[in-house]
């Protein structure tokens, strides 16, 4: 989604010609919802329809359609042995050469999505906050990177926004409820100031820590001292990832994080004809 709007960002009218592939309505088991659109060119892609031979078939028409000039194609796919695909469903899709008025179009489409995109926060920029940042920024979700070491971050990930700052305070109070936050500071002690001020909000949706089951028996502790209710406590998730992989390499924790989010945190998407 995120090349999508950087694709329709560079396009002009001036530019080679691109077809855009959206799926107009899907019935029944469907590899994509209705909305989704991909983009073609002579020699690229952009996005996907659900992939398989409806989408293989999409592309080889969509370049055929810029070759002869046409403006739009329109098809029903019964995803059945006919189509090499057994999903059952019903696809009708529409293939159509952009121009300014499309491209507008599917700019406020994308937009409209991304102003419901969650927030996440991440505190630390340490190794797995690195390979954090790189598996969740392709993600439908606006991703905060707080560190106050500017030579820790490496190379920032395109749609990543980065924050220099100890301010972890302002940072906190400033996001909307139903963000979600994950702490994987170098420090236990901020780790603990900054989960237990993230708790003590009671409006956000994911409050994560990076750590054992020891090291949130101890903070549990030291939040019951300072009088959050139990029910906050709970709302903890710590370890992150836990998904039964003890695998301790940074690559391996983020992409058992990035699977926890998307189940705990992303929302659905929506369906739009």
Same mark, same amino acid.
């Given at each position: 989604m995120k090349e999508l709007s950087t694709r329709l960002s560079d396009w002009h009218r001036d530019a080679a010609p691109v077809a855009c592939v959206q799926v107009v309505e899907a019935r029944g088991s469907t590899p994509r919802e209705s909305g989704a659109f991909m983009l073609i060119g002579e020699h690229w892609q952009a996005g996907t329809i659900g992939g398989g031979c409806l989408e293989w078939d999409c592309v080889h028409r969509a370049r055929t359609l810029l070759d002869a000039g046409d403006a739009e194609w329109t098809h029903s796919f019964v995803l059945g042995p006919e189509t090499g695909q057994c999903c059952g469903g019903r696809v009708d899709v529409r293939i159509s050469r952009l121009d300014a008025t499309l491209a507008i179009r599917l700019q406020q489409h994308l937009a409209g999505q991304e102003q419901a995109w969650p927030v996440l926060v991440l505190f630390g920029a340490g190794h797995v906050g690195r390979a954090l940042a790189r598996a969740l920024s392709p993600l439908p979700l606006r991703l905060i990177w707080v560190d106050p070491r500017p030579e820790e971050f490496g190379v920032v990930p395109e749609g990543v926004e980065a924050r220099m700052t100890g301010a972890w305070e302002h940072v906190l109070a400033e996001i909307p409820a139903g963000s979600g936050v994950l702490v994987l500071t170098p420090n236990h002690s901020l780790d603990a100031l900054i989960v237990a001020a993230a708790l003590e909000r009671g409006d956000l949706s994911y409050v994560g820590l990076i750590g054992s089951r020891t090291k949130r028996r101890r903070f549990e502790a030291g939040f019951r001292e300072i009088g959050l209710p139990e029910e906050r406590i709970a709302a903890l998730i710590c370890p992150i990832g836990d998904r039964g992989v003890r695998d301790k390499r940074p690559e391996i924790? &983020? &992409? *058992?994080?990035? &699977?926890?989010?998307?189940?705990?945190? *992303?929302?659905?998407?929506?369906?739009?004809?």
């Amino acid at each position: 989604m995120k090349e999508l709007s950087t694709r329709l960002s560079d396009w002009h009218r001036d530019a080679a010609p691109v077809a855009c592939v959206q799926v107009v309505e899907a019935r029944g088991s469907t590899p994509r919802e209705s909305g989704a659109f991909m983009l073609i060119g002579e020699h690229w892609q952009a996005g996907t329809i659900g992939g398989g031979c409806l989408e293989w078939d999409c592309v080889h028409r969509a370049r055929t359609l810029l070759d002869a000039g046409d403006a739009e194609w329109t098809h029903s796919f019964v995803l059945g042995p006919e189509t090499g695909q057994c999903c059952g469903g019903r696809v009708d899709v529409r293939i159509s050469r952009l121009d300014a008025t499309l491209a507008i179009r599917l700019q406020q489409h994308l937009a409209g999505q991304e102003q419901a995109w969650p927030v996440l926060v991440l505190f630390g920029a340490g190794h797995v906050g690195r390979a954090l940042a790189r598996a969740l920024s392709p993600l439908p979700l606006r991703l905060i990177w707080v560190d106050p070491r500017p030579e820790e971050f490496g190379v920032v990930p395109e749609g990543v926004e980065a924050r220099m700052t100890g301010a972890w305070e302002h940072v906190l109070a400033e996001i909307p409820a139903g963000s979600g936050v994950l702490v994987l500071t170098p420090n236990h002690s901020l780790d603990a100031l900054i989960v237990a001020a993230a708790l003590e909000r009671g409006d956000l949706s994911y409050v994560g820590l990076i750590g054992s089951r020891t090291k949130r028996r101890r903070f549990e502790a030291g939040f019951r001292e300072i009088g959050l209710p139990e029910e906050r406590i709970a709302a903890l998730i710590c370890p992150i990832g836990d998904r039964g992989v003890r695998d301790k390499r940074p690559e391996i924790i &983020a &992409a *058992l994080v990035a &699977a926890e989010l998307i189940e705990r945190f *992303l929302p659905h998407p929506q369906q739009v004809a």
